[in-house]
């Protein structure tokens, strides 16, 4: 039977760098958008995979849909806005470590759940709602509520929720409100997906496991915290799981690494994978693109 997996967020213009040189390549990326792109290539061809965000009407704004139709990743609930374009971020890197800069305060994405309607009309018929803190932080309250109440409509449609985390303060006025709607964000999904370094940094928790329990204390029911090379820590109800990561190769650029896990693990725990076998496949795919340049590498 055929399944439909919807991804909900801000894909952006990527100036990442292309040589030594210090020239760059512009492509197409973002956390949500990373996620569907591997996704696309690990699920079966049953499975659709969608993408729900807004973009403009210009030559940019087309370009970046005709690249999702390109990778086969569904584009009929993107909205468009004629007053808008996308937003454009660059990668600076330094031993495989990158930063950011961002133009994206006006971007067309950050008017994806104002019509409460088409954003309904787009996860109808959903079996994961996948979307980030990163969706969260580019919306205003009114659009995160909306956004909210829509998964909570799909949710008790049958649709299954999964939320990463992915705590950017540079989005929000400051790291309380971060934190308060990340919180409330999770007690809406069902499978949350942080990162242990951001989660310390911000709410304090002192392990990995203190995260795992602070996000099923909020309501999901699985909840797989990324740690970088250390161990995976997994918390499925009331059971904590340690399993080991895969160390990279080499480390060349560090862009989607939580995405490209995020794309692994998912791929394998919704087709049946047990829960060691799915880490494993998060963990193995992230190694595989940490070692190549940019957010979406292909897999072929």
Not at 150 to 170: Q, T
Not at 173 to 196: T, W
Request: with cysteine; net charge negative; proline share 3%.
């Amino acid at each position: 039977m055929a399944a439909r997996f919807v991804s909900i967020g801000e894909c952006m213009v990527e100036m990442a760098p292309a040589e030594m040189d210090g020239t760059f390549r512009m492509g197409f990326a973002g956390d949500t958008c990373n996620t569907a792109f591997y996704l696309r290539q690990l699920l079966p061809n049953d499975w659709d995979v969608d993408y729900v965000t807004a973009i403009g009407c210009d030559r940019l704004s087309n370009g970046l849909r005709d690249f999702l139709d390109g990778c086969g990743i569904g584009t009929s609930s993107i909205m468009r806005r004629d007053d808008r374009t996308l937003g454009l971020y660059l990668i600076e890197l330094q031993d495989g470590e990158r930063s950011f800069a961002y133009w994206r305060s006006s971007s067309a994405a950050r008017t994806l759940a104002e019509d409460r309607q088409a954003l309904m009309d787009a996860l109808a018929g959903a079996d994961i709602v996948y979307f980030s803190g990163i969706t969260l932080g580019i919306l205003d309250a009114s659009s995160r509520a909306t956004l909210l109440d829509c998964a909570d409509e799909a949710r008790s449609n049958g649709a299954r929720i999964v939320f990463d985390s992915n705590l950017r303060p540079a989005l929000w006025p400051d790291a309380e409100a971060m934190c308060a709607a990340v919180s409330a964000a999770a007690g809406h999904s069902d499978i949350v997906l942080p990162s242990f370094d951001d989660e310390a940094r911000f709410f304090g928790d002192a392990d990995p496991e203190a995260t795992a329990g602070r996000y099923a204390d909020a309501g999901a029911s699985l909840v797989v915290v990324k740690n970088g090379e250390a161990e995976i820590v997994v918390r499925e109800g009331d059971a904590v799981t340690r399993y080991p990561s895969v160390p990279a190769e080499k480390i060349v650029d560090t862009t989607a690494a939580g995405d490209s896990f995020n794309a692994g693990f998912l791929a394998a725990h919704l087709t049946g994978a047990d829960l060691g076998a799915a880490v494993a496949r998060g963990a193995e795919l992230a190694a595989r693109v940490i070692a190549r340049r940019g957010a979406m590498v292909d897999l072929a």
